[in-house]
């Protein structure tokens, strides 16, 4: 199983980034999929997910009504489209499926 994750990086408050998560080795479509994060010093935690087929979504109380989880299936991807980032966004943002796997992660870094 592998995820890869892309799409980082450094932008001002007020911008936008569109990650993606690329996944091998398993049945890609068949299963719910979701972003995590982890700012310095904090616990990982959970920002979105999706189900196998894109139909039902769930995201954190603080970045519901900015960050879109969608996915691919035919691409075997999915994404997190984050507009309004705060700095409070800076964190590494993994990808991870249902049977634990996570990717290595991309650095996301909100600041003027």
């Known amino acids: 199983v592998q995820l890869v994750e892309s799409g980082g990086g450094l932008v001002q408050p007020g911008g936008s980034l569109r990650l993606s998560c690329v996944a091998s080795?398993?049945?890609?479509?068949?299963?719910?999929m979701s972003w995590y994060r982890q700012a310095p010093g904090k616990e990982r935690e959970l920002v979105a997910s999706i189900t196998s087929g894109g139909r039902n979504t769930n995201y954190a109380d603080s970045v519901k009504g900015r960050f879109t989880i969608s996915r691919d299936n035919a691409k075997n991807t999915v994404y997190l489209q984050m507009n309004s980032l705060k700095p409070e966004d800076t964190a590494v943002y993994y990808c991870r499926n249902i049977f634990g796997h996570w990717g290595q992660g991309t650095q996301v870094t909100v600041s003027s």
């Open positions: 080795g398993f049945s890609f479509s068949t299963y719910l």
